[in-house]
């Protein structure tokens, strides 16, 4: 296959996993012991993909162009701030993870996750305590007390509810991308033959 026309099949693939993000974020579930704001849904693994495949820097971009997507596809309650934390929390994830798993000569699969989980917990901590609790309460018009909990101390709410919440998202992440990417990398290595 000649060079242009791969460069062609890679975006095509791209915009497809982009658009398979954006169904996959229509099905979000809550889970009871997290907070309604806290759900979870599948979108994050597409990305993912995208940063194992082709490069870190582009599954930033599909984090943003996925995020956009959505704020067309679905609205927002939040006028844009949950986008934005999707967005800065999901790419602090996918880019640390590929980025380590193309850095690393053998493509250590554990290595990598525990990159992007670590990336992950510390950017939503730094976030969420500076930044998206704070705009997110403005926002909706409450105080950060009526988000996390009356009673609840905000380092409480991200040590104990945002870092176990961020840890069950990386795993949720990485476990069906693995055996996705090997099967991948299997078809196209014979396709590529």
Known sequence: MNLE?????????VVILVALSVVLMQFRIGIPIFP???DFDLSDIPIFFIGLTFSPIL???????KNILILF???SFTFGVGEVANFLMGSSF???????FHKSHTKKYVLSFLSGMV???LVSIILNYFVILPVYAKVLGVTIGNII????????????TIVSYNVLKSILIFLPTIPIYNKYQKINSRSNS
């Open 149 to 160: 909990g009356e009673g609840n101390s905000i380092l409480k709410f991200l040590v104990v």
């Open 94 to 100: 996918v880019f640390v993870a590929s980025y380590v």
């Open 5 to 13: 026309k791969r460069s062609f099949n890679n975006k095509i693939k």
């Open 36 to 38: 309604s704001f806290l």
């Open 119 to 121: 990336s992950l917990v």
């Open 59 to 65: 599954s930033v971009v599909a984090m943003g162009l």
């Open 73 to 75: 596809v679905m609205g």
